[in-house]
């Protein structure tokens, strides 16, 4: 041998995800890369005596998880300590969301900022029982008459604040509410303390901005959980000038600056992939087109460990809030609208077009984020016709989420071997709750995996954290199952998806958006020795046991990077 093995491990169920999805019992990495995959007697000349030999005893040798669609530095930002916790299971009311910020008030001064992470109107109980009861600013108010409260949506695209808090924003009943966002108010005209999409803004402008020790400190702790979950390459899905007014500004330029320190630092326990967000929820193509040519940045130093592919783009809203664009209405009427600036459907789809033309023009890889079944054909097509008119032959572009995607734009997708990235976790979240805007049927198709690998079109599965927790367990469970977190129903049966394919989204599928399926993804020879291993056999597991199965051991280029094994 002309070098032995820094690690080697056998005696479990290595699954390589290669073409075949070949089984082997053993692997040795060397220098950070694969150096043979087979049975004991393959790895045994790799042995010599500094190598490090791990007995799997049955366990699951997987590739590195790679979710492609996290937002790690709103994550670690939404993850307590750093923020409160009004989700569920933590809370389950109304009264338990007003008792957390009572606890919360009484630790910090008078006229600081309280934020919190994750609740949503299905998973409280006043709001479960009468769909018209919203939070309002009057069930925090007596909690926080001196603390500033927002409270952000577990999707995203809402933020729940306190009478204190549109006082400092100086939102009242006269605001006009940003374009592609909504000020919701009550019967007489004044504000509930509910901000719809673009209107988010309005306190993200209040709120004293993310230092960087904040955002350095977030990525931290990301980064330690996924870790701890056997999670070794994520995508980071908008970052710039038009995250500026999110998640106090955790999607900003800033993060980009914070994440390629942590590289120099040697503190990048993760691969991350970047897609730059120009511009925010509502902007025109106009806007878009001055910010993409001013926003073109190097990732790092290592490509492999930070780089940026290209750029992110908002369609639509969500189905919760009624804004993704959709074919019929919802139930109580309206069918949404694309987010664009633009005041009529025709020229936002236009806008739309030019925005995705001059992205692919450019030489930009686009991830438009996309929810309902009109925007995404909207979408679809306005790929397809920035190919024809500037053709690539790898562009790679995908939509984000393809909650509702349809027969015509798998059909576009796949001929032009475009992908779609798909939420296993917020389909297991949100499958209850989403019938009362969309009906049993549409709820029950949403997130359709099994037609769109059916169609030939190329899937990847992300959390989009801190909308869910970064957990592939859950998700490959969900894509199996289809059953739903609240009651356990299973939601869409004729879109379940086999243990293999679900496997795939998380690994190879996710390596290909990322242009990095020629060297990580799959447990091959020359590859990159990205490595998580499942205490268990993942192949003959009960689906429902998966979400239970620890990680306990997490590789990243041949560094361990999580060890229960000698803890």
């Known amino acids: 041998m002309d070098a032995y093995a820094d690690l080697v491990l056998l005696g479990g169920r290595v699954v390589t995800v290669d073409a075949e999805f070949s089984v082997a019992s053993a692997l040795a990495v060397t220098d950070g890369i694969i150096s043979a995959v087979g049975e004991r007697d393959d790895v045994a000349p790799f042995v010599g005596p500094g190598t490090r030999v791990v007995d799997l005893r049955g366990a699951t040798l997987l590739p590195g998880i790679n979710d492609s669609h996290l937002h790690g530095c709103a994550f670690g930002m939404a993850t307590p300590p750093l923020s409160l916790d009004p989700g569920h299971p933590a809370v389950s009311s109304l009264c338990d969301v007003a008792e957390a910020v009572r606890e919360a008030a009484g630790r910090v001064p008078d006229g600081r900022w309280i934020t919190g992470h994750g609740w949503g109107p299905g998973y409280l109980h006043e709001c479960a029982l009468d769909p018209s009861r919203q939070p309002s600013r009057h069930d925090l108010d007596a909690v926080s008459p001196h603390h ?10 809402a933020t729940w604040v306190n009478s204190k808090a549109l006082e400092l924003m100086g939102v009242d009943r006269h605001t006009v509410a940003p374009p592609g966002g909504a000020v919701v108010v009550d019967e007489s005209g ?9 209107a988010q803004a309005l306190v993200q402008k209040a709120l004293p901005p993310l230092s960087r020790q904040e955002r350095t400190d977030a990525i931290r702790s990301t980064l330690a959980t996924l870790a701890r979950l056997g999670v070794t390459s994520y995508t980071e899905p908008g970052l710039g000038p038009g995250g500026d007014g999110i998640m106090r500004g955790a999607l900003g330029a800033q993060t980009l600056d914070v994440y390629r320190r942590l590289l120099a630092d040697g503190e990048l326990t993760a691969r991350v992939g970047v897609l730059l967000l120009p511009t925010g929820m509502a902007s025109t193509a106009e806007e878009f087109a001055r910010a993409l040519t001013a926003g073109d940045e190097p990732g790092g130093t290592d490509p492999r460990r930070l780089a940026i592919h290209g750029v992110k783009v908002f369609a639509d809203g969500i189905v919760p809030n009624k804004t993704a664009w959709m074919h019929e209405p919802y139930v109580g009427g309206g069918c949404g609208a694309l987010c664009v600036g633009g005041k009529t459907d025709t020229e936002r789809v236009a806008g739309i077009h030019a925005m995705i033309r001059h992205a692919h023009t450019a030489g930009h890889q686009l991830g438009v984020h996309v929810t309902g079944d009109r925007a995404i054909d909207t979408v679809a097509d306005a790929f397809a016709a920035a190919m024809a008119e500037h053709p690539r032959p790898d562009a790679r572009h995908y939509v984000i989420h393809g909650d509702f995607l349809t027969a015509h734009s798998m059909k576009v997708l796949a001929e032009h071997n475009f992908g779609v990235n798909m939420n296993p976790t917020i389909k297991w979240t949100v499958a209850d709750m989403e019938e009362a805007f969309v009906g049993p049927g549409r709820a029950a ?17 992300g959390s989009d954290a801190p909308v869910t927790h970064p957990d592939w367990r859950q998700g490959v469970a969900t894509m199996v199952l289809r059953e739903s977190k609240a009651a356990g129903r299973i939601s869409g049966p004729e879109q379940r998806i086999g243990l293999a394919e679900a496997l795939r989204t998380y690994t190879i599928d996710a390596a290909w958006q990322d242009f990095a399926d020629d060297w990580k993804g799959s447990l091959e020879p020359g590859k990159v020795a990205d490595l998580c291993v499942l205490d268990g056999d993942l192949l003959t597991a009960d689906p429902h046991d998966i ?3 620890p990680v ?7 560094q361990v990077v999580h060890d229960a094994l000698r803890d």
Not at 190 to 198: C, S
Not at 449 to 459: Q, S
Not at 552 to 558: E, H, I, Q
């Open 547 to 549: 979400p239970s199965m």
């Open 445 to 461: 198709y949403a997130w359709p995996y099994r037609d769109a690998l059916d169609a030939g079109v190329r899937v990847a599965s």
């Open 190 to 198: 004044e504000p509930t303390g509910l901000l719809h999409e673009g």
């Open 148 to 157: 500033p409260v927002a409270l952000y949506s577990f999707s995203g695209h």
């Open 552 to 558: 306990v051991l997490t590789v990243v280029d041949g």
